[in-house]
């Protein structure tokens, strides 16, 4: 129960993440954009960067403005990615959209590890980590759904409608996202 909102948070935060994983070098191929590797270059390279950087952001300026920021930057990237035709303009918008990931998820590991109950810790994380599975699989579902019905750009924009509700659903529920030192 303690970790609860921090699963949450974490399975919203990741739930567009097949979109960007998956369905960017397909929807690059459409455009016309070659030599796509190098994205999922710069996309690894920002999260493997973006996690122990931007992580200590959530310690400095609250866990309730961090998870904000996240979903704020991968809503963007979801939006931005919708308005290129170009590897740069993609590369642009997967950097945003992997540091909102590395911002938000680390804020949500950060806070699902302070309210676990010491004596029950392990089974907590162990709890709380199931989120990132289960949001992939049904983001999966989701996104691959999305494609079928209203092709890549739609796919793109019903899942910015998705992060902005979690957004909504995270500004709703900041003051129960601070960290408890707050």
Do not use: H
């Not at 170009?86 to 911002?103: D, E, K, R, S, V």
């Not at 793109?156 to 707050?182: D, E, H, P, T």
């Amino acid at each position: 129960r303690d970790i609860l909102l921090p699963s949450i948070i974490l399975f919203w935060l990741n739930i567009s993440l097949p979109s960007i994983t998956n369905f960017s070098v397909l929807y690059a191929r459409d455009l016309g954009v070659m030599n796509f590797g190098t994205f999922f270059i710069v996309l690894g390279v920002t999260s493997l960067l973006g996690c122990p950087l931007l992580g200590r952001l959530s310690d400095k300026f609250g866990r309730d403005r961090s998870i904000a920021a996240g979903f704020v930057l991968q809503l963007a990237a979801l939006l931005l990615i919708t308005t290129v035709a170009n590897l740069f303009g993609m590369i642009i918008a997967g950097a945003l959209y992997m540091m909102g990931n590395a911002l938000g998820s680390s804020t949500t590991l950060a806070l699902a590890a302070e309210r676990a109950d010491p004596r029950r810790r392990g089974k907590a994380m162990a709890t709380f980590s199931v989120a990132y599975p289960l949001s992939y699989g049904v983001g999966s579902l989701i996104t691959g759904s999305a494609v079928e019905v209203a092709g890549y750009t739609g796919m793109f924009l019903v899942l910015a409608a998705v992060q902005a509700l979690g957004l909504i659903f995270a500004l709703i529920n900041a003051a129960n996202l601070r960290s408890q030192a707050q």
